[in-house]
């Protein structure tokens, strides 16, 4: 062991660290006793004193260390800049940490090296300074804040990459992260953003609620969101709502939290819901239809069957018999229920063609068709006293004009047909805005129909009076149309002796 000033050092060490002797009344206990490996070396860096953690720590007996400077305990590429040093320290002697503007190795007997924090404190004995160094293995530290640095690296690779949304938040709702992906949802900047409420990213009235909500879980932990998740609206920088999936976590950080939002943009989602809805509703309208048409098929169908069946019997009859008479009659009859059966069974083969339009969508003169569909239903019009009045600027549509003309040609019909013995008749025919549409209408002063049967009346088949002619397909083949079109087909109509009006629309918005 080198020469240590024993009294010189315990007096110095007084002087500097006065409060620690009035608990340690030993020094050597303290230095024999010490965690940390602790040396003591004069100003040229040999070793003078070594402690027990300072051999574990690098794998030497004492008295080799008492052998050794303080260079012999570094990797060869620290010597020459820390003998530098050293002879700065000795000409401005000062207690300080060791390599401030670098990292610092210590090397082992083994060879091998560990991080090490690395402190001086100047020691002022009788025969001259001293420096009292302390070493501290940061091999561990190192590993956490490795593994700390590959985990922040890995999350913020994952929130630059993620799909949905991730918004992060402190208790008083101000923004303190925003992916590239919420970027790109909400139409927002992330430096623009960040610490903005988060409430500029919600309509009313989730706005409004926002920070009453953060302040009641605060300080009562009523959950209503977070660790749950709900479906709300989010409000893009344009102004422009659409709808998101929301799930929130909390994260303590300190003696404060964080709050983590997962947002996911359900528009697609929501609209693929909304056509398998639609598409159960068609499904289960067409099963309807289906189960109208086997009683119909059974039922309307075999109707003129029976009656040619019944007569044909009778016609052989009357023909044995030479009634030629009652022949004519009977085939008047037979021909008859082969007309309606003909009838029937081409209506049915209309509307299984309507599925699709017979010709591309194009511009329709509608004023056009009116005017034909008029003249085609002009026989049918008793004398001169049914007035039409035809709305001069009727606004021209797109669509299949073949389809369109069977609209106005059944809704014109059926207007008509059902006009009664009303002494001034009055068909009028013009367009209304419903609802944003352009809606077409057809309206009479005829019989009417009780509002309870205005959800029937479209329905396959349906006949409100089985005395009238038709086989009860017409307005079907009118609603089917419209749909194809993307448009709409209703009636409005007080009830008996009030008239009616049918509306359809073709998408087209005012």
């Known amino acids: ?182 970027e790109r949802m909400f139409g927002y900047a992330g430096a623009e953003i960040k610490d903005r409420n988060i409430a500029c990213l919600m309509p009313s009235p989730f706005r409004e609620k926002h920070d009453a909500y953060i302040a009641r879980y605060l300080s009562t932990g009523e959950r209503r969101i977070i660790g749950i ?122 509307l299984s063609r309507i599925g699709r339009l017979v010709s591309p969508p194009e511009r329709i003169c509608m004023r056009a068709l009116v005017h034909e569909a008029i003249e085609l239903v002009g026989e049918r019009i008793p004398g001169n006293r049914l007035r039409i009045e035809i709305t001069p600027d009727l606004p021209d549509a797109l669509g299949d004009p073949k389809r369109i003309f069977e609209v106005w040609l059944n809704l014109i019909e059926n207007a008509v047909k059902f006009m009664g013995d009303q002494e001034q008749p009055l068909i009028q025919i013009g367009t209304e805005t419903k609802q944003g549409e352009i809606a077409y209408f057809v309206r009479d002063n005829g019989i009417g129909i009780e509002p309870d049967y205005h959800p029937k009346i479209f329905g396959l088949f349906e006949r409100l009076d089985p005395n009238t002619e038709g086989t009860g397909i017409g307005l079907a083949i009118v609603k089917r149309i419209i749909e194809v079109h993307g448009g709409r087909l209703w009636v409005d109509s007080e009830g008996a002796g009030h008239g009616c009006t049918f509306y359809f629309s073709l998408g087209n918005r005012r």
Do not use: C
């Open 1 to 182: 062991m080198r020469s240590l000033p024993t009294k010189g050092l315990l007096t110095v060490f007084w002087r500097f660290t006065m409060e620690f002797l009035l608990e340690k009344k030993n020094f050597g206990l303290w230095l024999e006793s010490a965690l940390d490996g602790m040396a003591i070396t004069d100003l040229e860096g040999n070793i003078l004193f070594a402690n027990p953690a300072l051999e574990s720590l690098f794998g030497y007996a004492r008295k080799e260390l008492e052998t050794l400077s303080v260079e012999d305990l570094m990797p060869e590429r620290f010597r020459v800049r820390h003998r530098e040093r050293r002879a700065g320290y000795a000409e401005h002697p000062r207690s300080r940490p060791m390599g401030e503007d670098l990292e610092l190795f210590g090397l082992r007997k083994d060879g091998t090296e560990f991080p090490a924090d690395i402190s001086l404190i100047l020691l002022q004995g009788d025969q001259g300074p001293f420096v009292l160094a302390t070493v501290h293995d940061t091999s561990r530290r190192k590993l956490a804040e490795e593994a700390l640095a590959d985990q922040t690296v890995r999350l913020r690779a994952i929130l630059e990459t993620a799909v949905d949304a991730i918004v992060v938040i402190d208790e008083r709702g101000l923004i303190k992260d925003f992916n590239p992906a919420a």
């Open 229 to 350: 998740g709900r479906e709300v609206l989010g409000l893009r920088r344009d102004g422009t709502t659409f709808p998101i999936e929301l799930a929130v976590a909390e994260t303590p950080v300190g003696d404060h939290r964080l709050f983590t939002g997962i947002i996911r943009d359900v528009t697609e989602r929501r609209k693929a819901q909304e056509q398998q809805t639609a598409l159960l509703e068609q499904l289960t309208e067409k099963n309807a239809e289906l189960e109208r048409f086997i009683y119909t098929a059974s039922h309307d169908l075999k109707s003129p069957l029976i009656t040619i069946q019944g007569f044909s019997g009778m016609l052989e009859q009357s023909a044995l018999r030479g009634d030629f008479e009652r022949m004519r009659g009977d085939i008047r009859r037979i021909r008859a229920a082969a007309s309606r059966m003909q009838t029937l069974l081409d209506d049915l083969l209309e």
